[in-house]
């Protein structure tokens, strides 16, 4: 009998087949999936995407401006679209009544967005900002009172001098150079501020120009956004990890002057409270904490003292940085006699150097109402990234738990609410949300919108559009100090230059670094004001 020419398989090549049928078996059905899903949702998602990077945005700088323009595109029937970056699904929150729900929800069901978490405590802010839970509640117990009004006015001879440093610097500069280049010397403002306010110690960066902090603050910013969206924490692989994207170097030497700062404090404590160094110090943001840390049967850990400490400096260095850069390049841009307005109404204020905190927050409406409306559209604050914990039903479709769920709060602003009595101000001139209209704020004593001899300023919160410092219980505690701090130098600035732009200056633009920052060197001719 012949041999039957029937062969018994190779039972790898059946392993082989076997795994090829099973990968197009759970390919066709994603795939399927993946159709059903998105023709049972009720918003639409953004066509185009590609492999791995999902829906181009261009250069990583333009997801603010990518992502509005998206908005105006997809999201303006629904409030809320999707889109892909990264290879990571992103639902964008963009109108005031998805923006309500999702607040509604807030700290419990919707929280900060495990990628942000990660990515901000990975450059070693693991503070208040990026808490939640237990954690939260114990680090705004400690860092909530330190910046409290009361606290505050401690607070304000230190911003003075540094502001005069600022004043006598750009004099100098003025007189050598004619125009001067403003982003770099008003970071170094901002850090002398939160230094000295923060920590007692006196950088002095206007007047030394050493600006090494500075470009660790910026690059930080910079890393953290990378990180932010990033599907893989690359930066997690051992000894090298963290330097691949440049910031390791920054982390360390920030962490470690901090980590000293405080170990040098609590010595001294103990040590010499008699001293006039630990007195100065004992009222900084520092030698508040330390005190109410050391009361607190929970205290914070020096780990996350520090972590907060350098949370305090990265947000109030930066956020005041864009925020008084954008502020004097739309003075210096306007044509409706702002500045000599807001000039006018600082040099009222009489005796600047001794206002009280009650004084600069009520006789500077104008100026107030400048600073708000920057924040509002042009400040350093576009979007909030968080995730919902539990599946979240928007317009009778879920969307899966931990999810990415981003609020466009800058796009918001800008657009008429439906909600009645909600919404941006038109203010005394029916300015539209999408347009910068510096005297939106301005009100009489009826809150009726008015500009007028005896104005007054709105205070802007969630219900007139307003998020750039958050909103319910996460409203940022710095707030009060970053308001008095712009305050203080743009009207101290005011009081002595008449400012203009450069002639052939170029329009400025905000681009995106985890914070908003401007594209260019704001250059400035100053005149000194009679």
């Known amino acids: 009998m012949e041999r039957s020419q029937l062969r018994v398989p190779d039972v790898t090549t059946n392993l082989l087949v076997a795994v090829i049928l099973l990968i197009t078996f759970l390919f066709i059905s994603s795939k399927k999936k993946r159709t059903s899903q998105r023709a049972r949702r009720k918003w639409p998602i953004v066509p185009g995407a590609k492999p791995i990077i999902g829906n181009p945005i261009g250069q990583s700088s333009n997801?603010?401006?990518?992502?509005?323009?998206?908005?105006?595109?997809?999201?303006?029937?629904?409030?809320?679209?999707?889109?892909?970056?990264?290879?990571?699904?992103?639902?964008?929150?963009?109108?005031?009544?998805?923006?309500?729900?999702?607040?509604?929800?807030?700290?419990?069901?919707?929280?900060?967005?495990?990628?942000l978490v990660r990515a901000v405590n990975s450059v070693g802010g693991n503070g208040l900002f990026s808490a939640e839970g237990h954690n939260w509640r114990k680090d705004r117990r400690m860092v909530g009172p330190a910046l409290n009004k009361?606290?505050?006015?401690?607070?304000?001879?230190?911003?003075?001098?540094?502001?005069?440093?600022?004043?006598?610097?750009?004099?100098?500069?003025?007189?050598?150079?004619?125009?001067?280049?403003?982003?770099?010397?008003?970071?170094?403002?901002?850090?002398?501020?939160?230094?000295?306010?923060?920590?007692?110690?006196?950088?002095?960066?206007?007047?030394?120009?050493?600006?090494?902090?500075?470009?660790?603050?910026?690059?930080?910013?910079?890393?953290?956004?990378?990180?932010?969206?990033?599907?893989?924490?690359?930066?997690?692989?051992?000894?090298?990890?963290?330097?691949?994207?440049?910031?390791?170097?920054?982390?360390?030497?920030?962490?470690?002057?901090?980590?000293?700062?405080?170990?040098?404090?609590?010595?001294?404590s103990k040590s010499g409270k008699s001293s006039e160094d630990y007195s100065k110090k004992a009222k900084t943001f520092l030698g508040k904490v330390v005190a109410l840390n050391m009361k607190d049967p929970e205290a914070l850990n020096t780990e996350r003292l520090v972590g907060n400490l350098l949370t305090i400096f990265l947000a109030g260095a930066e956020t005041s940085h864009v925020t008084i850069v954008s502020s004097l390049y739309e003075i210096a841009s306007d044509k409706t006699g702002l500045q000599d307005d807001l000039a006018a109404e600082a040099h009222a204020l009489g005796d600047f150097e001794a206002a009280s905190t009650n004084e600069l927050m009520e006789k500077l409406p104008r100026m107030r109402s400048l600073v708000n409306e920057i924040l509002r559209i042009k400040g350093p604050v576009a979007f909030l990234g968080l995730e919902n914990v539990e599946p979240l039903e928007i317009e009778g479709t879920m969307i899966p738990a931990n999810s990415n769920i981003v609020l466009a709060m800058q796009y918001i602003s800008c657009q008429e609410s439906k909600i009645i009595g909600k919404g941006t101000p038109p203010g005394p001139r029916f300015a539209n949300p999408r347009d910068f209209c510096p005297r939106r704020w301005l009100i009489d004593s009826d809150g009726k919108p008015y500009d007028g001899d005896a104005c007054t300023v709105l205070s802007p919160a969630f219900k007139t559009g307003f998020r750039a410092f958050g909103s319910g219980m996460r409203v940022c505690p710095g707030r009060l100090l970053a308001e008095i701090e712009i305050l203080i130098v743009l009207s101290a600035i005011l009081c002595k230059f008449k400012i203009s732009l450069e002639d052939g200056h170029p329009p400025m633009a905000l681009i995106t670094s985890f914070t908003e920052q401007p594209d260019i060197d704001i250059r400035l001719v100053l005149k000194a004001r009679k």
């Open 63 to 115: 997801f603010t401006a990518k992502v509005h323009e998206w908005a105006d595109k997809y999201g303006t029937e629904k409030g809320i679209f999707e889109c892909t970056i990264f290879s990571q699904r992103f639902y964008i929150i963009c109108s005031e009544e998805k923006i309500e729900l999702i607040e509604s929800k807030r700290p419990f069901e919707i929280v900060r967005s495990k990628n």
């Open 150 to 268: 009361k606290n505050v006015a401690d607070y304000l001879s230190t911003m003075r001098v540094a502001t005069n440093r600022l004043i006598e610097q750009w004099s100098k500069m003025t007189k050598e150079d004619g125009v001067i280049a403003i982003n770099s010397t008003i970071l170094a403002f901002t850090m002398d501020v939160i230094a000295s306010v923060g920590f007692g110690q006196e950088l002095n960066s206007v007047t030394n120009g050493n600006n090494e902090m500075g470009n660790d603050i910026l690059n930080l910013f910079r890393v953290a956004y990378i990180r932010y969206f990033s599907p893989i924490k690359y930066w997690k692989i051992p000894l090298i990890g963290q330097y691949l994207d440049g910031g390791g170097g920054s982390k360390t030497r920030l962490l470690n002057a901090l980590t000293r700062l405080v170990n040098d404090y609590k010595a001294s």
